[in-house]
């Protein structure tokens, strides 16, 4: 079995993200059920052989301490300046950052439009909190940051809190990649506002 589609820490595996193929490799056919039944515990990028420290159901047998779901957040308590501040998420913030994302104004403008069902983004909030910080402004919850595995970052405020200049603040402060709608000319002012470079399609700070 390999994986064809990158697949995050935590995510379930699914026939569009795992498949039988040649040549024999990874775990046997004979698992496949078992394999769909179970969720990963590491980021495995496309291509990847699948093994038993990779699945669920098996890694307690096939203990790895490079192929774990590590909790620690990819952002860390960061202080921006003296008003605004970044704090780990936990779990507890799930419906802070839905309200956020699934609002009408955040949603026109994110890669992805449609509305993300309450309970499919509490279930995977549970598997991937550690991406996420969020903003503190002046002890008040601002908005949220995102820094996925592949060092994508995307930022997002509630309305109350825009034009304060925080979301530039933080920019100037992170760094990683981020690809953004060519109409969303605020986000595209804001990076570019903060040091980050057009690389290609997306954009770059280092």
């Excluded at 026939?15 to 078992?34: C, H, K, M, Q, T």
């Excluded at 699948?50 to 779901?69: G, I, R, T, W």
């Excluded at 405020?157 to 603040?169: D, N, T, V």
């Excluded at 760094?175 to 506002?193: C, P, V």
Aim: charged letters at 20%.
């Amino acid at each position: 079995m390999f994986v064809v589609k990158d697949i995050q820490p935590g995510e379930k595996f699914t026939s569009e993200n795992v498949r039988v193929i040649r040549p024999a490799d990874g775990l046997e056919p004979r698992f496949y059920d078992d394999v769909l039944s179970a969720t990963t515990t590491c980021f495995l990028e496309r291509g990847t052989p699948l093994a038993k420290k990779h699945v669920s159901l098996f890694a307690s047998d096939q203990p790895d301490e490079d192929c774990s779901l590590s909790l620690e957040s990819i952002i860390p308590f960061t202080t921006i300046n003296t008003s605004t501040t970044l704090i780990p998420a936990t779990v507890d913030d799930a419906k802070f950052v839905y309200d956020i994302r699934n609002g009408d104004d955040v949603r026109s403008v994110s890669l992805t439009t449609q509305v993300i069902p309450y309970e499919s983004h509490i279930s995977f909030f549970a598997t991937h909190f550690m991406q996420y910080a969020i903003v503190f402004f002046h002890d008040f919850r601002a908005g949220y940051v995102r820094k996925e595995l592949s060092g994508s970052l995307s930022i997002a405020l509630h309305p109350e809190f825009r034009g304060k200049g925080i979301g530039s603040a933080i920019l100037s402060h992170l760094s990683g990649n981020a690809i953004i709608k060519t109409e969303n000319d605020a986000s595209l002012q804001a990076f570019r506002k903060a040091g980050w470079q057009i690389i290609g399609h997306y954009l770059e700070k280092k």
